[in-house]
């Protein structure tokens, strides 16, 4: 993966342009990890998506970044934008990988910017949440959470990195706000 390290004046130009992007299409910022946000760069090639992991596969596949998570240690990272084919295909997508957390959310774009702005203050609260129980989070395991609007939805915890998906633990109501919950619950 190819980085922009601190201090590098493309990594704040990368950040700039994202908030840029979202407001242009008059959305909140999503929320984007601390650590993540040094490294943010305009992936070009992706079209409007901006990000900390380089190079990208098809961002729409959400499959293929699950399946990496399942199958191979992956350094920290966030993705977000806009991708997808034709106005009832497009999606805007927010990847993340934490120790903890894998997180992968597409919204379809013809949501309501209310819905988004919802899903956006959602993830946010998911992070808030794991940070307050960093300590008490299962050794070894990382939350998976999947919201799709075009794939099969569903969290539950991941034993080892990389990891393979605990069953009893899979439910698949509400990913987001459930995950939440039961985080709280913790």
Known sequence: MNFIGPGSPSSSEGLDAARKYFESVQLEM???????KRKIIHITDAGEVFGSKTPLKNLYDINTF???VLS?????????????????SRAIHYYAVKEHLALFVQINEQESRDAID????AIQYIFEALEAKNKALPEGKRLLII????????YGWIQ?????IDETTWKTEDPLLNALSELDEL
């Open 118 to 121: 919802g899903t956006f203050h």
């Open 147 to 154: 919201q799709s609007d075009f794939y099969a939805s569903g």
């Open 160 to 164: 080892g990195q990389p990891g393979k």
């Open 30 to 36: 999503p929320f984007i990890h601390q650590e993540e």
């Open 66 to 68: 699950v399946g990496e």
């Open 72 to 88: 191979k240690p992956i350094s920290d990272y966030v993705v977000m934008g806009l991708a997808g084919h034709g106005v009832k």
